[in-house]
């Protein structure tokens, strides 16, 4: 993955992507390189395969990210699995502080929490849809955590331990139905007549 190979090379220069390149960003980067490639090793469930493998028409995600941030290497490297299971599916990712105007009509929430997929028909630019920035028992946590005024690393721990515990089943779920709605609205309208004929 490009991706990876990128933040490898900036780790090499003890940097991360962004403008941030402390000691904590730097080290937040390191575990996030573990994370994504524990992640990259989930397996499929069979119904979101058969679900990529019915998709019939071309869809472009576009998702926002940051090699520092802790929920895009647990969620990214599953969703760039989830659409290669599917030829009609073209993932670009784009980092968030390079890309200001993009994230900012995707805020969550009022802030802009990563990661963040949007979903395009590549030959309209419509917008199919979003996801993000984690599935929603770890956004719930989130804002639990949140309202407790928790100190950040008692975020992150709880936070981790889920996905670790999860094996992003919960994501596989969710990206099962955002799929079935998202190759609705990208399904030509006379779809249904061809088929008949």
């Known amino acids: 993955m ?18 941030n390149h402390s000691d904590a960003m730097v080290e937040y980067t390191r575990m996030n390189m573990h994370r994504m490639r524990r992640v990259e090793k989930t397996v499929l469930e069979d119904e979101l395969v058969q679900v990529m493998l019915s998709v019939q028409t071309r869809m472009t995600w576009v998702v926002l990210t940051e090699a520092w941030c802790g929920d895009a290497a647990q969620c990214v490297p599953a969703i760039v699995k989830i659409a290669d299971a599917s030829p009609l599916i ?11 105007e993009i994230m900012d ?15 395009l028909n590549p030959d309209t630019m419509e917008v199919l849809g979003s996801w993000g920035p984690r ?14 005024d928790a100190p950040y690393s008692e975020f992150a721990e709880k936070l981790h331990a889920w996905y670790a515990k999860d094996k992003s089943r919960t994501l596989q779920q969710e990206f099962k139905e955002l799929i079935r709605t998202w190759s609705k609205l990208t399904a030509p309208a006379d779809m249904n007549v061809a088929r008949c004929s």
């Open 2 to 19: 490009q991706y990876r190979d990128m933040i490898d090379k900036l780790l090499a220069e003890n940097k991360t992507t962004g403008t």
């Open 90 to 100: 073209d993932v670009k990712l784009l980092l968030r502080d390079e890309n200001p």
């Open 105 to 119: 009509a995707y805020l969550t929430h009022g802030g802009r929490s990563i990661p963040k997929l949007i979903a």
């Open 135 to 148: 599935p929603e028992p770890a956004q719930q946590l989130f804002f639990e955590m949140k309202a407790q």
